[in-house]
Structures are given as C-alpha cells and as structure tokens.
C-alpha cells in the first residue's frame, strides 16, 4: 500500500482533514480521546512520520541548525542570545520546523559541526552568528551547498543571504541625545573589531560624532565581558581628559562601567552618562537605571528565521534591513556640568 | 546492494576505519582532500547519511529535546538557562547527539511539542526542566514512552530519572555564614512555591533557620522577576521589623532588590546584607560585588544528559544528586551593626 495521505486518514478515522494535521502534529485543536484515534489509525494504515519520511524522500529534515561559537560564560552574561533564540523559535515553530543547536568553543569545531550534519542530512539550513571581516565560513558553507543566513553584517557577496539592523541611525539618536544634554566629549567602548557590526558602529561613530561637532571621537576596543568594560572605563576615567559620556557596545559592558563610577565615587549622570547598546532587564534594575539602545531582538530572529525558510522553499538569498534600535533615556544620562568638564579631573 | 559499512568505504577509498569515520561526521583528523576523497567513495557506494539510515531502521534519531515554557524575557534575563545549555552540550557533542531546542510560551504548547516531536520521531530523549509540584507532564511522556530526564528536584516516582543539586547543604552554608555575621532576622525572597525545589529550598529554610537559632523565618514568595524581586525587597524593608540579611532565590532579584536599597539609601553591607542564589556575572558587576551560592551548573546540565543518554543505551532510569553549591563571599554580606537593628528603622 502507498504511503496514506492526510485526505486518506481523515476518510478513515471519520474526522476533517485539519482534526488528522493537528493530531499527528502534536498541535492543540483536537481532544485526547480524537488525537488518540487518528494516531492509531494512522499508524493502521502504515503512515510515516515526518522527519523518517522527509529524509526517506530525500527532501527535507524539517529542522533548522545554529552554532553559537563563543564560551558559555559569555553567551550565558549577554541576554541577547536566548532574545535571539527566542525570536527564531517564534518563527519556526509556526511553520513546525525544529532548530537544532549546538555551543561550540571556536569557528574551527563551529565548521565541523556544520559539516557533520551536513553529511548526516541533520538540518535544512543554517543561521550564522557574528558574521566577521573575512569570514572563512563562508567557504566551507559554499562547499556544502547549505542554504545560510548571517545574522548580523552579512558579507558583502551577493550569494550571501543575511540579517541586519541599521545602526548608523541608532548611533545618531544616541548621540544626538548626548549633544542634546550638552556633551561634547564622548568615548566608545567597543567589541571586537573582528565583528563587521562592531566596524559598521565604528565607522558610524566616528563620521556622526564629526558632523555633530564633537570633540575626537574616541574608540576602546574590548572582547565584551564586563571583565575588559570594567577596565576600559577604568582607563578612560583615569585619562588626562576624561570624557563627559560614554557609550558601551553591550548591556553588560555598560553595567561593570557603572560599577567602576562608584567604586571611583564619580556620580552618574552628574558626572558623567552613560549609555548601554541593546537594552535588558540588567539595564532596568541597576542604579541609576541605564539609558540604553533598545533593539527588537526577537524580531531580529524571526527575520533571519524566516528569511531561511522562504530560502528552503525555492526563494532566492536576499538581505534584509531590519529597523533601527529606539533610545530608551534613563537615569544614566544626564545634562553636562559646564564648569565639572571644562579642565581635567 | 546493501548498505556499505564503514569498513567496506574504508577498503574501496584506501584509508582507515578511522579515517572514514572522521569524514563522514565531519569531525577533525583528516585532511580536506581525504575527507573529499572518503565522501565522494561514500556517495558512489550509495552510503546512507545517518539520521534517515537510522530512522529509517527505526533505531535512533541521534537527538534529544529540550524545551523551555518561560517566556523569552525570563530566560534572557536569568544567565542559569544558558548556562545549563552550554553544560548539556558538552555532554552531547562528545557523543555526537544533536539537541533539538525549542521555547514555548507554556506547558499546555510544551506539552502539544512533545506529542510532536515523538510522532515526527524527532528526539530519542528529553530534558525536562522545571520540574513542578503535581507535574501533569508526567502522564503524557508515560504515554508518549518517551525516555526523560528532569532536570531539578525530581518527582518522587521511582521510575522517572532525574538530577538535582543538594539544595539543603547550600543553605546551611549560606545561612552558617549569615549567622557567623551576627544576623538573627532573615528573610527569604523566594521563586513560585509551585516549583518543587522551590518548596524544597523554603522547607530546608525554615529548619535550618530554626536548628542554627534565628527569629520566625519568613519567606516572600515571588515570580523569580527583577520586578517582583524589587518590590518584595521594598515590602520587607518597609516593615516594622525589617530583616538585617536577605537571601534571593536568583541573581537577577538580588541585583533588583539591591537597586533598591540605592534608592532608598540604605547601605549595603552596612545596615543590611544581600545573598543572591547562584552565581553570576551580574554578581560581580554591581556594586558593591554581590555574595553568591555559585553552583556548577555546567556540570549540572552535562551530568542530566549523560543520565538520558545512559538510559538510551539501555541503562535503567536514575536519580543523581549533584554536589551543592559553595557561597562565594563578597561584598553584599557584612557584620550586623547591632545598634542598628535593635530597634525597629
């Protein structure tokens, strides 16, 4: 016997094609006693599950892959990752497609793990994080002929579908609020340069804070943890000309720098403002609440979520803007003291 | 002609078992040209990927599920998910099984995934997580016969597998050190009481409390949000007998709660000591340093999978207790001024 259809179960277990779908999908919409029966008869009638039919058929796995390759102590601190999960979830699981994950320590075990389940038909296609200058994955997912998205700056090749929020008029708002309270000297402390979005930010920073008049603008780099935004503020708060605003690349840089302004007694916002990119709960409940860059990092994911799936289904790669971040004034920035900045502390 | 074995590729491309294997799970260990050379024999000798093969024998899916019923905001905010996450897969990638991961809004949609997952024979195995009192999880993965680990205090049936940490040492421990300070009023900022280690760590409390001599333990029950956490910091300091100590069922209240002791001016560890219930980088951000029972939750996630996996293999269900945590000290927790809290603030 051929393998049945929804429309042959339905016929035989007496009920409509939607009550067969939602009960062999395990969705809510149809009562145990229904779900029971269709499953039985289903399974009477030699029917296949998905995932062994899909791979029988040589179509699809029906499941979506993404490697974070970064330490368990840093996706754990930064809340935009579970945002960002959460976000491709949404989108996958109306379209009942299952994400396989997996944390790896380095591009070289993130690469390999593309390859095995390449080779084991594990997952449809692939979300790749952190997109950086000269990415070399882009080579071996080349080989592999997996349908990716990057999440985040996306190469610039036109074969590489990816996601992205505007950051260029994010970093304007942060910084048109700065000169709004009067600041005239404001330092970045930045992620890694190897990141494309921490060189699009870079860049956007450094042209913005000239049309806006402001004094040289500063970058520290950093790896991201608290541990380096911390120091960075340290030696900034140290320096011969210390500036009046700062602004951290992460939530969680942001809230180790406020710390080092009280252990150094620096009062914020009188002293000094400063603002967190990407905004969560940390930001909320520290004191002062932080002023921050609120991005929709759920919907950041579904974007890159859902632009994969229409890839699966025959659509060409594309790139996708998505909106820029909202600035979120709080009470870590404030109106400069004219007379606290005009001579060195 | 049947399927090839790995011996009989090894044999038609001139390399070893080894090698063979190496290349066709897209591990390290061979070079780029014999992994090629290896895939393309395999290809030719019509070698069946792995996860079809083996749902097509009707053995393994070579994945095991997780899925989290919090919202998106929640497990963002709280560093613990993602770091038993990292700690689960370090446990599966040595063993080359793929963790299928979604996150749902509640149990009734976790519980419809589960139905799901089985049918499309998706996972061989669960994690489960947030193990409550009178879990109606229990029912349908008997049904489902799906193999299950809890992750937490687990229920009492013998036949359900599960680990948990040793909750009840942590809290003599975190209670010992408050005592050795001088503390005799504490109180306890607690997640639901539907959890079952929730209840588990109030009863434990309560006796410790009683055995090491302390005033009526009280415990304010909460939803584990930073806002809860606030407010039920507020609500305890406005009392007429406000505690000198207070210890919160996770860092992100404890970082809330001492917010709110900024706000209200009251110095921490001066006037009041804080203890926040597990370890994290925002503990050791804020300011003053948060003192923290710090568990391994790494090791908490791996030991869970190793369990599943164990019972994939044939291994009777267990229940594992991981070692407690161990209270890291720091600034948040001080000597009671005895002047201070003789009388009511």
Redesign the interface.
Known sequence: MARPTIVDIARAAGVSKGAVSFA?????GVSDKT?ARV?QVAAEMGWL????AR??AGTR???IGLVFARS??T???E?????L???I??E??LR?V???????TDH?AEI???????????VDGLLVVDPFVDDDRIGPLDELAMPSVFVGVPPSDDLVAGVWSDDATSMSQVLKHLVGLGHKRVVRVAGSNNHQHVQVRNETFRRISAELGLDEAMIVETDY??EQ??QATRAILMSPRPPSAIIYDND?MA??G??VT??LRIDVPGELSLVAWDD???C????P?MTALGRDI?NFGATAASLLLDMLDGQPPRKIETPAGVLIARGSTGPVDAQMHTTPR
């Not at 299952?98 to 790896?104: G, N, P, R, T, W």
């Not at 390999?112 to 594990?122: D, G, K, V």
Request: proline letters at 4%.
């Open positions: 062999l999908n395990g969705r809510p779900r499953q599950p998905n995932v062994a791979s029988l796995a029906g499941a368990a102590d996706l754990s601190a809340p935009f990752f579970m945002r999960i959460a976000g979830e949404s996958l699981s009942s299952a994400l396989v994950f997996q944390v790896v070289t390999a793990t593309y390859r095995r389940w390449a080779a084991e038909r594990r943890t608290a935004g911390a969680v809230v180790a406020l710390g009280q252990q969560s709960q940390m909320r409940i520290c004191h609440t759920e």
